[in-house]
């Protein structure tokens, strides 16, 4: 496996100016949009402006066979927090604008490159349900704050908080990293669930960027 080269995204406090009164279709009451950094260039990330808009690509799709496409539970673990849009966007203007936190896709390359979440990295399940002994894996979580000592164990106290997510309530490649960073150590309290992912994100009409 090629090794993923990751930039964790910063999101900058410079705003796009546009007039709040010409979106009609806004996340929140108090909430219009949220402006953010992703592969160097600031993208606006609101809702479609189009009420009559519909899905038609592969997230309209209701039923997918199971196994392997299966519901998930709301909750992974005690510890694990799931969280919906409104607690992701505060994550990316909070932690990940100040460094502390990365939005992670953990979807294949071949999902990711069809459209992502604005301020996320991919860094792919397989990567990280290699094992510590795989070099890339190693060179992810040392890229996330994690530091390993000359014994080979791992410290994961600085590290970043993740936000990791994948397609939606049937997709298991999100919680499947999950599941293996806390086998490798990643602190529970450390790592978040969007668990509705890309089809939920796209169901509300909001902006997705092409990498």
């Not at 799709?61 to 673990?77: A, E, G, N, Q, Y």
């Not at 979807?107 to 510590?132: C, D, H, M």
């Not at 600085?158 to 086998?183: F, P, V």
Request: aromatic share 8%; hydrophobic share 40%.
């Amino acid at each position: 496996m090629k090794t993923v080269l990751i930039t964790l995204l910063i999101l900058t406090s410079s705003w796009i100016v546009q007039a709040e009164d010409e979106i009609k279709i806004k996340i929140t009451a108090d909430l219009p949009y949220l402006d953010v950094r992703h592969n160097g260039k600031i993208v606006r990330i609101m809702r479609i402006q189009d009420p009559e808009h519909r899905l038609s690509n592969s997230y309209a799709k209701t039923s997918r066979p199971c196994p392997p496409f299966c519901v998930h539970p709301i909750k992974l673990t005690d510890n694990v927090q799931t969280v919906g849009v409104l607690e992701l966007l505060d994550f990316l203007d909070n932690q990940v604008k100040k460094g502390k936190g990365a939005l992670v896709d953990a979807r294949l390359p071949q999902w990711y490159e069809k459209g992502t979440i604005p301020g996320s990295v991919n860094i792919p399940f397989p990567i990280l349900t290699a094992g510590t002994d795989n070099p890339h894996t190693a060179r992810i979580l040392k890229l996330l704050g994690g530091k390993q000592s000359k014994d080979g164990k791992w410290n994961f106290e600085n590290a970043r908080e993740l936000m990791l997510y994948c397609n939606g309530l049937w997709c298991g490649q999100s919680t499947r990293a999950i599941m293996a960073l806390i086998k490798i150590g990643y602190p529970e309290n450390k790592l978040f669930w969007y668990r509705g992912g890309m089809q939920d994100w796209q169901l509300l009409g909001l902006t997705t960027v092409i990498p």
